[in-house]
């Protein structure tokens, strides 16, 4: 077990030996349709469970986990008890608007501030009363480790592309962290446990600080409907694979329905790292992209979030009571106004925007006394030293440039360091002429979208850009923030590149008026339409499709800890029962067993590809029972498979899928190819070797009937590239020859047309059909697409009439995955457990004195 797994056995099953134990806390009812006790979650145990009971009253409902509740909470003033109320910025409160009207939502999640352990039973039980939302109380010495540690210290900057170089610059990976962050995502999971009906409810799981959170939701219920979303950046391979518990969190994730992302770069990223760590290819059906995971298809939901559109105006038409833009109006009277609205951290360009600035006026000096620069800087959410510094390296360097450039009467940057309200900020918004937003690396940021509806204005409101005339206004955006992509009449910079960024904020102030309208118009039209409410009901649409077969599906856990998934396989898939392929063995008389090499009986990663002793002397015993036809079907070569199979007499080969084959080793090779011209070789071979030189750690494969281009070694993401492009180019330059051009697991294979496993297995029943040996016992074992011929031929052999009706026919693929198979087995090992109990079973061979007799 590798080290990443330290430890997170003891977690799973909730011992803490890092934090420590805690007091047993009284648990909430649980709210559920029907009358019903819930145990604790043991966690030890992998069988996963679903409930049996069904729902007297069925009514979908909605579980969303946060971290933080949508919810306000400050003392009373006699200091005795707690008032509530919503949190009205809340995204999780504003997404409501978009699901269905009679869906109850019920929220888990923690509260901003620290409430005693004695009061924590009454707060829970108002909030579940009052607000539906089901409190989770982390102690004190998790809390910290979680939130400002691993979340903070490791995951965010990571995310954000900040890796930590020394103890100095980001810190070390600290395992403690690492088992806070289990133990909080452990307690958020019981307190939705706690209020879940598995049957009726839909989970959604909201960001980074819950992202192994689906494991431990999925080992209870298997078939839970499930969705995730990551609000932050998700980085390229190479950044996220320096995580040490890279592994675990993807596998997390996985146990997910659907999987949602700001960007498709974001969704890139992920896919990437499922490819590159787990083997995962996804697959994009219909415009829905998804990958298949143990059975299940985990769906990829790509949809920036938006809005809340009806707060905004709600905002802009109460607002005049509150702040007076004409205040602001006078204060910047004869001054063209930037605006920037940032929190307080380290990754949001602060800095590198006041640096834009600076160049600016130094290099267009008609901006100064003119430009202003409004730097509103929300509190810090983070702490540390890298924040310190950022901070006074931005009061510095506006101390400098209000030095330099300011004039009586003129600062060219005001610089807010203080909370603002949404009412001040859209005061902000309609009187500044562009929004300058810097950050180097931001999951989305909303300020753009906030800016162009407030340019709008509402009707009759003193807050309107040029109040009824035609609205305005210009956006500089860094291209590496997520609203970037959906804003495309912005200008969009690298905000490393200062004075890009400051030409950028010349433009937008200096632009023509008519153009600054249309690209306003284009802005608002977008953000308007695709507010809050679209993209929580887009989300939960695709999450309702995603989920839509839960319940057809067979599903069983299997794994420990992090290792965990859920197997769903259709009805009519299952493993192959040793017990009854035994059974039907003993009680046929002629049979047929076919079976692959290379991933059936040979593992793929073996360096030594040779088959060993046992293997041997299994087929041996099967071979020697009169009742068995026994044939290693492969696409190896004959000279190979003959060498390795030599002790084997009576094994017959069909090698390179069926162009050359035997019955026994006493038979000479027979052609079964269409055609005997290679002349296509003198085509194909100059292409491969062009994409050879082209990818590392390729190499081909040359047979007797075919040309194999094999790229198992190569760059997983470059060689499955060129793999495609090779297999066009192959089809295109082959169009008029007698080939067929196909690709398998890490190969391209030409071989002649007419080749096929399919045919092998045909003709070798056909052959037994000749000897009076119909088989009514077929065993047909592969792990290849090249195999799914022969399933596909065995599963139509009955009703074709190529073996009788009442035949048992196995077709079994190795590993669970979509097949033409009925069956399956998990690994090679698999395999040559279930040939060595088909040989236990069989008769021995004739000694020489049963021969004498049946001649007699």
Request: charged share 25%; proline share 4%.
């Amino acid at each position: 077990m590798s080290k990443s797994y330290t430890n997170l056995l003891d977690l799973a099953s909730g011992n803490f030996p890092v934090m420590g134990g805690g007091r047993e806390k009284k648990r909430l009812p649980r709210v559920m349709t029907v009358p019903g006790v819930i145990s604790e979650l043991d966690d030890d145990q992998a069988n996963s469970v679903s409930s049996d009971v069904q729902s007297s009253v069925v009514q979908d409902r909605v579980i969303i986990v946060a971290n933080q509740l949508p919810v306000k909470a400050k003392r009373r003033p006699d200091n005795r008890g707690w008032s509530f109320s919503w949190d009205e910025d809340s995204l999780l409160l504003q997404l409501k608007d978009g699901l269905p009207e009679d869906m109850e939502v019920i929220y888990v999640g923690s509260l901003k501030v620290d409430v005693d352990v004695n009061e924590q039973d009454d707060v829970s039980t108002v909030l579940l009363d009052r607000f539906k939302c089901v409190a989770a109380f982390l102690p004190p010495e998790i809390l910290a480790k979680f939130y400002h540690g691993f979340c903070k210290q490791h995951l965010w900057p990571l995310f954000h592309y900040m890796l930590p170089f020394s103890s100095t610059h980001g810190g070390r990976f600290d395992r403690s962290l690492w088992e806070a962050y289990v133990a909080a995502n452990k307690i958020f999971s019981q307190k939705v446990i706690e209020v879940i009906n598995p049957e009726d409810d839909y989970v959604w799981i909201h960001d980074y600080h819950l992202m192994v959170l689906p494991t431990f939701l999925r080992r209870r219920f298997t078939r839970l409907r499930m969705g995730f979303f990551l609000h932050s950046p998700f980085p390229s391979s190479e950044i996220y694979r320096t995580l040490p518990v890279r592994e675990e969190i993807l596998k997390a994730l996985l146990n997910s329905d659907l999987i949602g992302f700001h960007t498709f770069d974001y969704a890139r990223h992920f896919l990437s790292c499922c490819s590159r760590m787990l083997g995962l290819e996804y697959q994009s059906k219909r415009g829905y992209i998804g990958l298949e995971y143990y059975g299940r298809t985990v769906g990829i939901k790509i949809m920036p979030v938006g809005i809340h559109m009806g707060q905004i105006e709600s905002v802009l038409r109460l607002a005049d009571k509150e702040w007076r833009v004409g205040e602001l109006k006078q204060q910047f009277e004869g001054k063209t106004v930037l605006l920037g609205v940032d929190d307080m951290d380290i990754f949001k360009g602060v800095d590198l925007k006041l640096l834009a600035m600076e160049h600016l006026l130094k290099h267009h000096p008609k901006w100064q006394g003119r430009a202003v620069l409004v730097q509103i800087s929300n509190p810090a959410r983070g702490r540390g030293r890298e924040l310190e510094e950022i901070q006074a390296e931005i009061q510095s360097t506006c101390r400098r440039i209000n030095e330099t450039y300011g004039q009586p009467g003129y600062e060219p940057i005001v610089f807010i360091d203080r909370p603002v309200s949404l009412t001040e900020r859209a005061a902000y918004y309609t009187i500044a002429e562009c929004v300058v937003v810097t950050a180097v690396r931001d999951g989305m940021n909303l300020t753009p979208y906030e800016y162009v509806v407030c340019r709008q204005g509402v009707t009759g409101s003193e807050f309107s850009s040029g109040s009824n005339g035609p609205k305005k206004s210009m956006l500089v955006v860094s291209e590496f923030i997520g609203c970037s992509p959906s804003l495309s009449g912005a200008i969009r910079v690298n905000p490393w590149n200062t004075e890009a960024t400051a030409e950028a904020m010349n433009e937008s102030i200096s632009m023509a008026e008519h153009e600054k309208q249309l690209r306003h118009e284009k802005h608002y039209r977008y953000v308007s339409t695709h507010d809050v409410a679209y993209w929580s009901r887009s989300f939960f649409q695709d999450m309702e499709r995603t989920c839509k077969d839960h319940f057809r599906r067979r599903c069983w856990g299997i794994g420990l800890s992090f290792g965990f998934r859920v197997v769903a396989l259709d009805p009519n898939f299952r493993k192959l029962s040793i017990d009854a392929i035994v059974n039907a063995y003993v009680k046929s008389k002629n049979r047929a067993i076919l079976f692959d090499y290379d991933g059936t009986v040979m593992p793929q990663t073996a360096i030594n590809k040779a088959p060993s002793q046992e293997v041997i002397s299994i087929i041996n015993t099967l071979c020697d029972d009169v009742k068995n036809t026994v044939f290693v079907v492969s696409g190896r070569g004959r000279d190979s498979l003959g060498k390795w199979f030599s002790p084997c007499k009576k094994l017959g080969i069909a090698a390179e899928h069926g162009y050359f084959m035997r019955s026994s080793a006493d038979e000479e090779w027979e052609t079964c190819g269409q055609s005997v011209d290679f002349g296509w070789i003198q085509i194909a071979e100059p292409v491969m070797k062009l994409y050879t030189e082209a990818t590392d750690g390729s190499y081909i494969e040359s047979k007797e009937s075919a040309l194999v281009w094999h790229h198992r070694d190569a760059d997983l993401g470059f060689g499955s590239s060129q793999a495609k492009e090779m297999l066009d180019h192959l089809e295109s330059v082959l169009a008029n020859e007698p080939v067929a051009v196909k690709s398998g697991q890490f190969i391209v294979e030409v071989k002649p047309q007419g080749v096929s496993k399919g045919l092998v297995a045909e003709k070798i029943f056909s052959s037994m059909s000749e000897k009076g040996k119909r088989p009514d016992f077929v065993v047909c074992i592969g792990d290849d697409r090249s195999d799914e011929d022969m399933f596909e031929i065995i599963g139509n052999a009955v009703s074709s009439g190529i073996l009788a009706s009442n035949s048992s026919v196995f077709a079994c693929t190795v590993g669970q995955k979509p097949s033409k198979a009925k069956y399956y087995l998990d690994d090679p090992s698999d395999v040559v457990l279930m040939l060595d109990a088909l040989a236990d079973a069989s008769d021995p061979p004739p000694s020489d004195d049963d021969d004498e007799t049946d001649n007699s």
